[in-house]
Nanobody
Framework: QVQLVESGGGLVQAGGSLRLSCVVS????????VGWFRQAPGKEREFAAS????????FYADSVKGRFTISRDNAKNTVYLQMNSLKPEDTAVYYC????????????WGQGTQVTVSS
């Protein structure tokens, strides 16, 4: 059974940094995409970043480009999201998800971790 567990969320002041972790169990990271999504109160869930685990090619939403960095450690089966220069509008529940290469959707999701950025 594939499980994803996020951690690293918290309260930070604007301009600060946080690093989120997503530990994947039940399968290796190979041949997959791992993505970070976020959902702010009253808003739809949106894509933030993803990484193709085979070659570490990464993708970012325009809203986080240049501030967030996604990376992976295959040995630890973990994907990270380093978030710098945080803004109040980054406040959301952050979810990681896994999509197998060849699949059109993310099939596995974590429970989410809260990130709150104060002004």
């Amino acid at each position: 059974q594939v499980q994803l567990v996020e951690s690293g969320g918290g309260l930070v002041q604007a301009g600060g940094s946080l690093r989120l972790s997503c530990v994947v169990s039940g399968r290796t990271l190979s041949s997959s995409f791992v993505g970070w999504f976020r959902q702010a109160p009253g808003k739809e869930r949106e894509f933030a970043a993803s990484i193709r685990t085979s070659d570490s090619r990464s993708f970012y939403a325009d809203s986080v480009k240049g501030r967030f960095t996604i990376s992976r450690d295959n040995a630890k089966n973990t994907v990270y999201l380093q978030m710098n220069s945080l803004k109040p509008e980054d406040t959301a529940v952050y979810y990681c998800a896994l999509r197998l290469i060849g699949s059109t959707s993310y099939s596995y999701w974590g429970q989410g971790t809260q990130v709150t950025v104060s002004s």
